[in-house]
């Protein structure tokens, strides 16, 4: 049974910093794309950042390029999210995913899911 299990999000400052986590049981992480997913209130949940199973590609999405860094530590089985420059706009519920397309990066592709860690920007 493979459990998908994120940690990290919380409240935070305009302007400030969080880590994401995501830690994967049940599958050879290495083996898999990871993505991070977020879904705010009213709206369709889009993709934020995909990595590769290697490392080696990566995929952001417009509204968060030049502030979030994807990485992954296949060692650790584990995937993280660095969001710096936080905007109130980033408020949402953050979803880690595995198993989909690192290039495209939609929620469509994903097979695996977590619970989500919401993670709110005041301004």
């Known amino acids: 049974q493979v459990q998908v299990v994120e940690s990290g999000g919380g409240l935070v400052q305009a302007g400030g910093s969080l880590r994401l986590s995501c830690t994967v049981f049940?599958?050879?992480?290495?083996?898999?794309?990871m993505g991070w997913f977020r879904q705010a209130p009213g709206k369709e949940r889009e993709g934020v950042s995909c990595i590769r199973w290697s490392g080696d590609g990566t995929f952001y999405g417009d509204s968060v390029k030049g502030r979030f860094t994807i990485s992954r530590d296949n060692a650790k089985n584990t995937l993280y999210l660095q969001m710096n420059s936080l905007k109130p706009e980033d408020t949402a519920m953050y979803f880690c995913?595995?198993?989909?397309?690192?290039?495209?990066?939609?929620?469509?592709?994903?097979?695996?899911w977590g619970q989500g860690t919401q993670v709110t920007v005041s301004s």
């Open positions: 049940g599958l050879t992480f290495g083996d898999v794309n």
């Open positions: 995913a595995a198993g989909g397309s690192w290039s495209s990066c939609h929620r469509g592709d994903f097979g695996y």
